[in-house]
């Protein structure tokens, strides 16, 4: 009897890895190898959540103060890092998940609400780059004559209102598509996926990438073709302001664009093959490489647009000299006067004061 008993514990003891068989079934007919992205995916998770946090903590402290000088830039790019933020709270919870093979065992509920906060923060995070590339086009092309749509209680509610119409229509989705009431092992996926995912998932990519894209490269070349045109300008701060373009173009595409562009092949398969569980199969660990890079533009927005400011490594340098010494009481002192030459941006460099 002894080693009946011990077999029986061992498989209870394998159970929650193991999603083969029973509930797990129901929703991996397709019989995915969960194993492929068990150890990559929660690596790069958990560099991203490590070294993610601080820096936009950090980041979101700077813009902070931005945004008390009036200019509208800092509000959107503190929105960018915000949802970056947000993005990398769930991470370890996604950690979990795909260590487990994909298996879900903090409930139903929580599952809706992990997907939901991850799916928004990227897609809040693309549009937050559409108002950056948007703001810097008015600010460069037609700094006067949209200056009434370029202040600050208006930025703040475009940025709410983008908040609540990205987070409505996957919120009424998931409720619809996977509804809490579903006892399955797998969290906001299916395999092979129903066709009214299938659907679901092409128009967000249409309307939340392929649109956002085209949008931010058109801006893009406008921006550049004016800034060409404009006499006020340096040579020098100009080559900043196309430094800062080119970057938020790069980023869009070599962070988001794999993900998105895998999705789109994935999806648009599934919708015209037959034979769906194979190719769930093949393009798999790729959709699941380009899922993990994702996570990379929480890194890369505070790299980009906040620590390549002077300013910005000057106060930095200085509060870490100061740390653990006599000198943290005349930044106190500092503080009292309000911000820094640096910090408050002249009328001459305003347009430009997140390229220093």
Sequence with gaps: MCPVLFLCHQAKMELPLNQSAGKGALDNTCEIDFTQD????????????????PLNLMALYGLYKLIRTENILPVFVFNLL?????????LPLWMDY???????NHGPRACQVMGLIFYVSIYVSIFSMCL?????????????????L??????LLLVIVVWIVITLPPSIAFEAIFPAKSNFSLCIEKYPSEDSFITYRLITLLLSFVLPFSFIFILHIMTLKSLA?????????KRRIKRFLNLLIGVFVLVLGPYHLIGCVKYIGLALLSEKCEWEKSVFVSYQLGRGLVSLNSLLDPVMYIFLRSDFREAASHYLSCFGRACCKSVKKNKSHGFSRSERPTSSSQESELYH
Aim: proline share 3%.
């Design 98 to 104: 795909y260590r487990k093979q994909h298996h879900w």
């Design 38 to 53: 068990a150890v990559f995916l929660p690596v790069m998770y958990g560099l991203f959540f490590i070294i993610g946090i």
């Design 82 to 90: 915000l949802s970056d933020l947000l993005q990398l709270s769930v």
């Design 132 to 148: 950056i590339a948007l703001e810097r086009h008015l600010a460069i092309a037609r700094p006067l004559r949209f200056r009434a």
């Design 229 to 237: 045109g404009v006499s006020s300008l340096l040579a020098e701060e």
């Design 150 to 155: 370029r202040q600050l209680k208006f930025a």
